[in-house]
């Protein structure tokens, strides 16, 4: 009875390991934060394991029924849409809920990709230690985690959608503490229109593409 923690790719499908093929193979049932983006990842690769959703929105009823799947034997790999399950993802708490259970259930991470270390690897700066901060706030809370950010003394690593890219370099641009400061945005990475900007906030603003997925990283 084990639960293997299954690192996917973050947009390119040739960085699938063999490991994670392998895995995904073998276990008893894949849970998926979204079935339909998973289900495009197993047709490439001829992976049949029956598929669950598991995301944000489960329950604990939800919850408790995996860990009874496991307890009766069965093996389970739980994968996100994209990247390293548990890193700014809701897989923390099924983990957390299974360590609780007991020592019986083995969790087994199958490493991969994840956004941050991947941008972090092409910054060309000194990550020998870094903050990372997740999506700042939609609304509330939004200007605490600009400041906090403009605070920090190593570097601090965040993600930010498309829709509000924009908005987060411009404050990044006009705030004390970071309009100044050499910025590294990852655009798209691995993905066919993988785009890299460096420069102060107000330098990237003039050539950002925004569409796509971001990697925002603060030196």
């Known amino acids: 009875m084990n639960l293997y923690v299954v690192a996917t790719p973050i947009g390119n499908l040739k960085d699938m390991t063999f490991r994670a093929i392998e895995t995904l193979k073998g276990v008893d049932l894949i849970l998926a934060e979204d079935t339909r983006v998973t289900r495009k990842l197993l047709d490439h690769y ?72 991947t941008a972090l690897s092409i910054s060309g700066i000194n990550a020998d230690k870094f903050i990372f901060l997740g999506y700042p706030p939609h609304k509330k809370g939004r200007q605490t985690f600009f400041k906090e950010l403009s605070e920090s003394k190593c570097p601090s690593v965040f993600y930010e959608s498309s829709h509000r890219i924009f908005k987060a370099l411009t404050q990044l641009s006009e705030l004390e503490g970071t309009k100044e400061k050499h910025i590294i945005v990852a655009r798209e990475l691995t993905k066919k229109f993988e785009t890299i900007y460096r420069g102060t906030a107000s330098d990237i603003l003039t050539k950002l593409e925004t569409r796509g997925e971001f990697v925002v990283i603060v030196t």
């Open 46 to 117: 001829g992976i049949n394991t029956p598929l669950e959703s598991f995301h944000q929105h489960s329950d604990s009823e939800k919850i408790n029924n995996i860990v009874e799947q496991l307890q009766k034997g069965k093996n389970v790999a739980l994968v996100s849409d994209a990247g390293t399950p548990g890193i700014n993802d809701p897989g923390g708490i099924l983990v957390n809920k299974i360590i609780e259970s007991g020592p019986e259930i083995k969790i087994i991470p199958i490493p991969g990709p994840n956004a941050a270390i």
